[in-house]
Each structure stands twice: as structure tokens, then as C-alpha cells.
């Protein structure tokens, strides 16, 4: 059979099947997106030359960068080009310029929260727990850990908040480098090395070494005078300095030929020392670009020149943690409790319908729950860190709970019902088969939903914070504004440097960190999903 | 594993169909009964799960209907039946592992070693790590081979000789030769079979009672199907195995006595294997496993 030839209504073009109207929605969707996408490239790229300003760079100025910078990067970025070398490069460029951030974070976070208060929380409610978790289950009772791991935190936060002066002026005799030591350091060591058990991995246990090594080295520093303070240069090397090594040997394990990605780095970096000194030298002045060091280091000025983001860039750090602290826990706790435990009743259906309900409440009306129950009734203040970061972080708290709910259900039930049919409890079955099994999923979320919150300014207002603050907070009840607040009150000065140049460097700024935010949820969860 | 076994021991296939032409086409009552006199049944006759008048519904609608059954210490029962009659139902409701859905409600008495299961002072946990379960389908935890069995030693708080532990469970499933030194690999790493092998070792490891297997080989080859079939007869040494399959052969091999369920629920005949399969009473299981119906 088969031999005959015969026409066939499927062969060639037939008129019975027309294709017009797939066709136009097709390319009218692919209109509609481009349309969107286009019109925010070309905003921001306007933002951007306002920010630094290269319409005002001379020719020659061009000239150079092209020769020291581009030209130089756009040669290797051609030689790696479709090697493995080039997926090195992405992920060592990548992966350092997060660590950067991520240490900017630390060291911004350790100014704000002294070692003697961060070892304090530390001893007294995440030792605790951590010891809950790992010995729980030789208590008696069956369920024993769970509520001995909720039991622990409150409680050990609770009396490290009460009696947090006594704790901290016994803590305030020990040196601040021998703190950290304890309570960072060799904490990330262990999970280091516990991460390196599971997996199989020499190089963490060489790391954790590393840190431990580094931080009494550091902390000798100190003792022998050769360095002021050793608190600095130790987050620095927890925030920055291991994580990028990590990511770094990891790119240099690929093996020899992907190892010339690693060369990435240096020729960026290089590219920009060049373009520097060859500038310099040639009496070409650096366009006036409005992100600058200095931009980051200094607080408001009457003067755009003068004008910095430190102060909000330390408030929204600060309201970050705020959040993470309590939005975290309650809202994995949340979904925990409505995915595992929750009896499928009226009540926790509502609850369930509801919360996406409450993700979309505009976020004007949380500021006035803000201030009218945690600034007025709690009495946490009008405007201050606290009750900035309990605000948005409430804002948030249903992404964060409808993020993790999602990565629990996405745990296939088959592994709960082994587990359970082992003789596990609830308990054991949620922490040791569904919690690791969601967490990659927990994390994105929880991520996204922070940066959200970073970029949230109607609440801010809503509750009386100050739009511009002259000096950073250092307390949770100190007045502190945060990065968009600060940008918004930029743009409503007189002078049209403010307007244009001050604002555009802070939108900027605020892009960056938003996007290096939701760069490292995404990296995250490929990397924990690929195992 | 590879196709070209297949071909070879087309009459072991497994299936997780009913419908499958393979199992059901007709077949004398004479085949059947002589694989069932292969085994021999001269092992402890003490009762050590019995069920009174079980009903089980799912809402309104009854899965099972007074159903008594008394399964044998250390042998093998079979539990046997067309799909939806109620085979897995009634192997969970031996451990519990019903309460986990809403809509189940159990009525009767499923008693263990003379307790009744469902009686209110009853850890259903504490009762789970008596009575193990292996699923139809091989669910490995995404964790590491070792601790994958490893897993029921710790939440049961076992933590002495977990190492030796872990090493029998593996030997005794026939599993340890292969996997010698890929302890550190991903349970889900190996193949099909082996991950069922693997759920049987991490079943085994804590030393249950009773292992209830709901149609463990169904989603496996001929070969591993084989070998699964071997692992059990090994264990009722020393377990009482209760196993629900959907293959008649696999039932008449491995099984010291069988309960035939029919639809709607009903256990329709339980006797010794040789018994059903070479003079059932009932017409109807005579019809049902010399594949006349279902």
C-alpha cells in the first residue's frame, strides 16, 4: 500500500484551514509586549544618561573608554563566545557582583546591629532553636521538636529583648571580634560543612576552615594593633570575600577549558582601571556623573552636588531586616500550617481565598492600618524603623505566605505518604521531606516579595516617616526614610539638578539593587531546583 | 532495564491495567493452581491482623462492605481484585494511612494483634512504625541513598548501629551488591526497580511488624518484577506480608493465602491461594481469575 499517489486534503496548502486569524493575534500580542518592553528600555535608558550624564563626555573621552574598555571586552566576550568558558564568565561576573551586594548588606546591616546585640539574639534564640532541631526528637514526646523549635525562638527573643542591656554589657566585655567569631563565623562554617556532607564537596570544607582561619587571624590583627577595629574587615569577609571565592572556585572546577571565563572579571575590572588612568593621564576629565562614591556615602545637602543616599540606603537595609525578621517566619509559617495541618473547613477556605485578596489590598490602606495600629495604638512610633518595617513587612506578608504555600504544594504528595508511612510525625515529615523540598521555592518568593517592599513608598508616608532624614538610624525606634521616599522628595526641589541628575542616580541605584535582588532569587532557585 | 527481556517473559508482565489483554486472557484453572502448589504454607497459622464488619466510606459512597478477613502471621496474603473494589482501601486502612484523606470514615474494627486500630488511644504514628508500607509507585525521598533508609531509623529515634542498620536493610533487599559504595548517590538516581528495592530496604530498616505492598511491582519490568517477587517470599520468613496485585500469576506464586474483592467493595472469597485458585467456591472468582471478567 501506499504506492498510489492520491490527493490528500492535508497535503500542501488547503483553503479549508485558514490561518489569518492566528496569525494577526499572534504578531498582536507580540506587538502589544514589544510595545511594553521598548517603552521601559528607552525610559530607563534615559534615566540612565541623565544619571551619569555621558551627553556632556568629550569625544575623546569616548575615544578612550572604546579602546580600554569596550573593545577589550568585546574581544574576550567574542573568544569565550558559545564556549563553556562563556557560562563561567556569566556566573563569575554574576555571581561576585551579588556577593558585593550581598556584602554591602552585611556591612551595612553590622553597623546598624552592634555585635554585642547580634550575639545576644544569637545565644539566646537561634542557638536554641538550632539545638531544638537537632536534638528534639529524643524528647519524650513523639512531636516533641516542633513546638520546642517555636518555644525557643519566641522565648529566647522574647528574654533577649527584655534583658537585652544586662546581656549586651556582658557581651560588651568580650572583644568584638571574638563575637563574631563565635556567633558568624564558625556558625557558617558549620553549615558549610554540613552543606559539604550532604553533597559530597572538599572545597566547602577548605572555606570553612578559611572563615574560621581569616577571623582569628583578623581578630590577632586587632589584638596586635595593626588594625583599628576588626569588626569591618570580619563581615567583609563572611559577606563578600567568601561567597565570591565560592563562586569563583566553583567556575574554576569546571575545568581547563571553561576556566578563561573566570578571565572575565579582571578585564572588566581592568577595563575600568585603564580607562581611569589613561584618562588621567591624558588631562580628559571623567564625565560628571551623579553615582559616585560619594553618592553613597554622605546624606541629603541643600546642594545637589553635596546630595547622598546614605541615610535612606541604611533605612531600608534596616526596614529589610525588620521584615525578614518578622515576615519570614510568620508567613513560611503560615503556609506550613495551611498547607500541612490546616482541616479543610469553611474557615481556613476563606483564609485561603482571602489571602490573595489581601496581595492585592492597595498598599495606601496598609499604611493607615500601619499607623493606626502600630504607630498610635502599639505606640511603636510615627515614622520609625520598626514600625516602617512592620508595615511593609505586613504589606507583603501575603506574597510571602502565597509564594510559600505554592513551593509546599508543589511537593509531590507520593514522598509525604512515605514518609508518613515510615512512622514519621507531621512534624518530621514536614521538616525533613516537604520544608527541604520546598525551600528553593520558599526562598524566590520570600525574595521577590522583599523587593517589592524595597520599592513601596505610599505606606512609608502613610505612617509620617520623613521623606529626608539628615543622619542614618541606628536604633529601631530612631526616624530613619528609606530610598524611595528620598528620591520622591529629590524631585520635589527647586533646582532642576535635583530634578534631573540626583534623581535619575537614585532611581538607578533603587533599579539595581531590585534587580540584583530578583537576579539572585532566580539563580537561587535554579541552582537549589538543579540537585 | 532493557526491552529484550521483555519478549522473553511476556507471562510475568506486570500491569497496572486491568484491562491489559495480557493478564486476562483465558486461562485454565490448572495453570494457575499449579504455580499456587509451588509454595509450600507450613508456617505459623496465628492470626495476627483481623478485621470485624469493615466498612469504609469515601462520603456517601461505600468502598468497602463488611469485610472479615484474618491475615496470617509471617506469610504472605494476597489481596486480589478487579480496580476500584476497594484492595488498596482496605491494605491502608491496616495502618491508617486513610486518616490522611478527609472524606474517608471507617466503620468496624481492624484488629491488630488483638487491638483494635481505630479505637481512640491509638498513635496512628506509633502504629505506622510497626506496620510499614511500600507504594505502587517507587517514591524515594530526594535525598541520598543512605539516607533514604537511614530516614525511618532516625524519626524513629533509632540512633544506635544506624550504619549496620542501614547496610542490612539494604543487603536484606537484595539491593547492597549493586549499589556498593554509591551510598552518597540520590535515591532517585537509580532505576525503577532499584528504587522500589530501595523502598522496600527503607520499609524493612526500622524492622515493622507487617509490610503492606500496594501492587509494589506494578510499575516495573518483568526482570525486576522477578526480583521483587523473590524478595518477598525471602522476607515472610520473618514479616507478614499483606501485597495487593492486580497480577492473578503473582498472586498464585508468592502468596500463602488470597482474598479475591469484587466490585463494590465486597471480599468475595478468602481462603489458602491453592484453594482459589484450583477450587474456588464462588463461581464469580472462578470467572474473575480465569479472566472471564474485570
Not at chain 1, 469553611?346 to 492597595?362: D, F, M, S, Y
Not at chain 1, 528609606?482 to 535619575?504: H, N
Not at chain 2, 540512633?159 to 547496610?167: A, F, I, L, M, P
Amino acid at each position: 500500500m501506499g504506492t498510489k499517489t492520491q490527493e490528500h486534503e492535508w497535503v500542501g496548502r488547503s483553503n479549508a484551514l485558514t490561518k489569518l486569524r492566528g496569525g494577526a493575534f499572534k504578531y498582536a500580542c507580540l506587538g502589544t509586549a514589544l510595545f511594553g518592553i521598548v517603552t521601559l528600555l528607552v525610559l530607563l535608558a534615559y534615566v540612565t544618561l541623565d544619571a551619569i550624564e555621558l551627553q556632556e563626555a568629550e569625544p575623546i573621552w569616548f575615544a578612550i573608554l572604546g579602546v580600554t574598555f569596550v573593545l577589550p571586552v568585546a574581544l574576550f566576550g567574542w573568544y569565550v563566545w558559545g564556549t563553556p568558558a562563556a557560562d563561567v564568565a556569566k556566573t563569575s561576573v554574576g555571581g561576585v557582583l551579588l556577593a558585593a551586594g550581598l556584602g554591602g548588606f552585611f556591612i551595612v546591616a553590622f553597623t546598624i546591629i552592634t555585635p554585642h546585640v547580634w550575639a545576644a539574639y544569637v545565644v539566646f534564640a537561634v542557638f536554641p532553636a538550632i539545638a531544638a532541631v537537632r536534638y528534639g526528637d529524643r524528647l519524650p514526646a513523639i512531636d516533641g521538636s516542633g513546638p520546642a523549635v517555636m518555644a525557643t525562638v519566641t522565648l529566647g527573643a522574647i528574654v533577649a529583648t527584655v534583658f537585652l542591656e544586662p546581656i549586651t554589657a556582658i557581651f560588651a566585655m568580650a572583644k568584638p571580634w571574638l563575637l563574631y567569631l563565635l556567633t558568624l563565623a564558625i556558625p557558617t562554617a558549620t553549615a558549610l560543612i554540613w552543606w559539604s556532607r550532604t553533597r559530597e564537596d572538599r572545597a566547602a570544607t577548605i572555606a570553612a576552615a578559611a572563615t574560621v582561619g581569616g577571623t582569628i587571624a583578623l581578630g590577632l590583627l586587632v589584638e596586635v594593633g595593626v588594625l583599628e577595629t576588626g569588626g569591618a574587615p570580619i563581615v567583609f569577609l563572611i559577606g563578600f570575600v567568601l561567597p565570591a571565592t565560592i563562586v569563583l572556585a566553583h567556575g574554576y572546577r569546571r575545568g581547563p577549558e571553561a576556566r578563561a571565563g573566570l578571565l572575565a572579571l579582571p578585564t572588566l575590572v581592568g577595563g575600568v582601571v585603564a580607562l581611569v588612568a589613561v584618562a588621567w593621564a591624558q588631562g580628559v576629565p571623567m564625565p560628571n556623573s551623579w553615582i559616585r562614591p560619594e553618592f553613597y556615602l554622605e546624606g541629603p545637602s541643600r546642594t545637589p552636588e553635596n546630595a547622598g543616599l546614605y541615610p535612606p540606603i541604611v533605612g531600608s537595609v534596616f526596614m529589610l531586616i525588620v521584615m525578614v525578621v518578622a515576615v519570614f517566619p510568620l508567613g513560611v509559617g503560615a503556609a506550613i500550617y495551611l498547607e500541612e495541618y490546616a482541616p479543610n473547613n469553611r474557615l481556613t477556605r476563606l483564609i485561603r481565598i482571602n489571602l490573595t485578596n489581601l496581595a492585592g489590598v492597595p498598599s495606601v490602606v496598609y499604611g493607615l492600618l500601619g499607623l493606626a495600629i502600630i504607630a498610635r495604638h502599639f505606640g511603636l512610633g510615627r515614622g520609625t524603623v520598626i514600625t516602617a518595617g512592620l508595615t511593609v513587612g505586613l504589606l507583603v506578608l501575603p506574597i510571602v505566605i502565597i509564594a510559600s504555600q505554592e513551593a509546599i504544594r508543589s511537593v509531590p504528595d507520593s514522598v509525604r505518604e512515605a514518609s508518613y508511612g515510615m512512622g514519621a510525625s507531621r512534624w518530621q515529615t514536614t521538616r525533613e521531606v516537604v520544608l527541604p523540598e520546598a525551600f528553593p521555592g520558599i526562598l524566590t518568593g520570600t525574595i521577590l516579595a522583599l523587593g517589592r517592599a524595597i520599592g513601596e513608598t505610599a505606606p512609608l508616608i502613610m505612617i509620617g516617616a520623613s521623606t529626608s532624614v539628615s543622619s542614618a538610624p541606628t536604633e529601631l525606634f530612631g526616624n530613619a526614610t528609606a530610598m524611595p521616599l528620598q528620591i520622591f522628595s529629590w524631585q520635589s526641589r527647586v533646582q532642576p539638578d535635583f530634578r534631573y541628575g540626583v534623581v535619575a542616580a537614585g532611581v538607578i541605584t533603587l533599579l539595581v539593587i531590585l534587580l540584583g535582588m530578583n537576579a539572585a532569587a532566580i539563580i537561587l532557585r535554579n541552582r537549589l531546583e538543579k540537585r | 532495564m532493557s526491552d529484550n527481556h521483555q519478549t522473553t517473559t511476556d507471562a510475568q508482565t506486570p500491569t497496572g491495567d486491568d484491562s491489559d489483554p495480557i493478564v486476562n486472557v483465558s486461562r485454565s484453572l490448572e495453570d494457575l493452581s499449579k504455580e499456587a502448589t509451588t509454595r509450600t504454607t507450613s508456617r505459623s497459622d496465628r492470626t495476627l491482623i483481623e478485621t470485624r464488619d469493615l466498612d469504609v466510606y469515601y462520603g456517601d459512597e461505600r468502598a468497602i462492605s463488611s469485610v472479615d478477613v484474618e491475615i496470617p502471621e509471617r506469610q504472605v496474603t494476597a489481596l486480589i481484585g478487579p480496580s476500584g473494589c476497594g484492595k488498596s482501601t482496605f491494605l491502608r486502612c491496616i495502618n491508617r494511612m486513610n486518616d490522611r484523606i478527609d472524606v474517608c470514615r471507617v466503620e468496624g474494627q481492624v484488629e491488630f494483634d488483638g487491638k483494635n486500630v481505630y479505637d481512640e488511644d491509638v498513635d496512628p504514628v506509633a502504629l505506622r512504625r510497626e506496620i510499614g508500607i511500600v507504594f505502587q509507585q517507587p517514591n524515594p525521598f530526594p535525598k541520598s541513598i543512605y539516607d533514604n533508609v537511614a530516614f525511618g531509623l532516625r524519626v524513629q529515634g533509632l540512633d544506635d548501629e544506624v550504619d549496620e542498620r542501614v547496610h542490612r536493610a539494604l543487603e536484606r533487599a537484595a539491593l547492597l551488591e549493586e549499589i556498593e559504595g554509591r551510598l552518597d548517590e540520590s535515591g532517585l538516581e537509580l532505576s525503577g526497580g532499584q528504587q522500589q528495592r530501595l523502598c522496600i530496604a527503607r520499609a524493612i530498616a526500622t524492622d515493622p511488624d507487617v509490610i503492606l505492598m500496594d501492587e509494589p511491582a506494578s510499575a516495573l519490568d518483568p526482570i525486576a518484577t522477578s526480583r521483587i517477587e523473590d524478595l518477598i517470599d525471602e522476607l515472610s520468613e520473618e514479616y507478614t506480608v499483606v501485597i495487593v496485585t492486580h497480577n492473578m500469576q503473582q498472586a498464585a506464586r508468592i502468596s500463602d493465602k488470597t482474598a479475591v474483592f469484587l466490585t463494590g467493595g465486597e471480599l468475595v472469597e478468602f481462603d489458602d491461594t491453592d484453594k482459589i485458585f484450583e477450587n474456588p467456591e464462588h463461581q464469580r472468582v472462578e470467572d474473575y481469575i480465569t479472566g472471564k471478567f474485570g
